[in-house]
């Protein structure tokens, strides 16, 4: 995987899990205050929840609620046990730091990519392949539906175009929707971005009768002026790219319900103090004219279910103008929405050193940041620390155990296949109990490990000024991948610079033992 699947990986990741605490908190804070604010003002709740789950940019805080949760989790970069070809990975917990060869059990490499390193590249694949099926979807089942409907178009009275005209100058609009009237429409209804297009389906007019008429119309024109044909594909635009997710399916729904009570209550903001009661008997009378039939999600129509209908009579019947008290009390929750929203976690903590601009926060080109606790380091660029050449460094930011965190990339064998390597640098340490290491691992096309190592032996642990480190492996013939970098393990910071990678003189020694295995059954009784 290389740096920009594992960035948009993580992007993907994070957008998640930030979006999912959203939509599960204003889920829950819908349910305390839904009766008391105002419909609109819970609508605009779900709009800034929607631009949450499509944008994946926010502010970082130490006071966001999704620095005291845990997001989705991010793809694990674990690592091989060394000396045991059958087995690809290992974690932190399995075997402890510092039981590795000098115990004569399984060395654990920290800080390499392992098996779930190319999972993270295909996560993200079938994630943008989900949405982008979805989205096609979308656009053609909305084309073809819209198109089906204009097939069985018939001719408008003149007086639903002139009641129309009317609603539309009442409205304050300045242009008058398109006017169909077809067989196949299920429901009144309107569509469209940039222009408005009013359907009606063959016959309703004559059955409803002109004053149930012009409250339907009043509806469709009224989602017109609020704009909510956009909201729509907002909506569906963050079902698309979380379709993995039902926590999302279902805010997409209530956000849909929601809509449609809010554009009652704007109507019926708008009508004379009688005209409430008018206002749903006509919705119960396009029900029944529609004969079971239904709206859907390419069209805001007057209703899409009977279950939904029955909870937008019973508001209406109930409907009340809104108070002051009420309509602050509705502000200040998107105003609390918002707040949370245009927030993050707080990833970095800028490291001590260092002035204005002299630090970066993530991986620089051509590196990108791994470990089995990613969102519990920060990793970067650091030009203060007295070197000729800029540093790069991995810091801890939240309490660690048995993790570990750092930078690596990977390259082509090709030029070093049947010769010795060196991989060197500089390593600094600032209170890191367990030290930090380089690491090398040469792979084979299947992605077999055939040389590796990892310093855990002798760590640059500490606070210790640049040390110098280094690993040397035999690349054999059949190699296909050289992966390596470097990583910090649990908590404290670490910084490397100066480093180099090349051929190894011939008097060089390895710094790890060929991987073998014997050719015949060993010490079956376990002699010591």
């Not at 309703?204 to 909201?231: I, K, Q, Y």
């Not at 979380?242 to 999302?248: F, S, Y």
């Amino acid at each position: 995987m290389n740096a920009m699947a594992a960035q948009v990986t993580e992007a993907l990741q994070g957008l998640a899990g930030r979006g999912s605490l959203l939509v599960a908190g204003f889920l829950v804070l819908r349910a305390i205050a839904g009766g008391r604010v105002p419909a609109r003002w819970l609508f605009a709740g779900w709009i800034v929840v929607a631009l949450r789950l499509v944008v994946p940019f926010g502010v970082a805080t130490s006071w966001s609620p999704f620095n005291w949760a845990t997001a989705l989790p991010r793809p694990v970069f674990t690592a091989p046990v060394a000396g045991r070809e059958d087995s690809r990975t290992a974690t932190a917990e399995a075997v402890p730091v510092g039981s590795g060869a000098a115990s004569g059990g399984a060395q654990v490499s920290f800080g390499e990519p392992g098996a779930t390193a190319d999972g993270g590249g295909w996560f993200g694949l079938v994630w943008m392949s989900g949405f982008g099926g979805l989205v096609i979807v979308r656009v053609l089942s909305s084309r073809r539906l819209f198109q089906r409907w204009r097939t069985t178009a018939q001719p408008t009275e003149v007086w639903v175009r002139a009641l129309v005209a009317d609603e539309t100058r009442v409205a304050g609009l300045r242009s008058e929707p398109e006017l169909i009237t077809a067989a196949a429409v299920p429901v009144p209804a309107i569509s469209g971005l940039w222009r408005a297009t009013l359907w009606l389906p063959a016959g309703m007019a004559e059955r409803l009768g002109a004053a149930d008429l012009r409250n339907v119309v009043r509806h469709e024109l009224a989602h017109w002026r609020r704009r909510d044909p956009w909201t729509n594909e907002l909506l569906a635009l963050a079902r698309a790219l979380h379709w993995w997710n039902p926590l999302v399916w279902l805010a997409v729904r209530t956000a849909r319900a929601d809509c449609e009570v809010a554009c009652d209550e704007f109507v019926m903001q708008r009508a004379a103090s009688a005209e409430p009661a008018a206002y749903g008997a006509s919705l119960l009378k396009v029900l029944g004219a529609a004969g079971g039939r239904t709206g859907t999600s390419a069209a805001l129509g007057v209703f899409e279910t009977r279950k939904q209908l029955k909870r937008r009579i019973t508001m209406i019947a109930k409907y009340r103008a809104p108070s002051r008290g009420r309509t602050l009390l509705g502000a200040a929750v998107v105003a609390a929405v918002m707040a949370v929203a245009a927030t993050r976690e707080s990833r970095a903590q800028e490291p001590a050193a260092g002035g204005a601009g002299a630090v970066t926060t993530t991986a620089p080109a051509g590196w990108w940041e791994n470990g089995n606790a990613t969102d519990k380091y920060v990793v970067g660029v650091d030009t203060t620390q007295g070197r000729p050449a800029p540093a790069a460094y991995v810091k801890s930011i939240a309490p660690t155990e048995k993790t570990f965190g750092g930078m690596m990339q990977t390259c082509d064998a090709k030029a070093y296949q049947g010769k010795r390597v060196r991989f060197s640098g500089l390593l600094k340490t600032a209170d890191a109990p367990k030290g930090a290491c380089l690491w090398l691992r040469v792979d084979d096309a299947d992605g077999k490990m055939l040389a590796f190592d990892n310093m855990q032996r002798q760590p640059v642990a500490g606070t210790k000024d640049w040390t110098p480190a280094e690993i040397v492996l035999d690349v054999p013939l059949g190699a296909a991948t050289l992966n390596f970098g470097f990583f910090l393990m649990d908590t404290g910071q670490a910084w490397v610079s100066a480093l180099a990678f090349a051929e190894a003189g011939p008097g060089v020694a390895a710094t790890a033992e060929p991987q073998t295995i014997p050719d015949k059954p060993t010490n079956l009784g376990f002699a010591p």
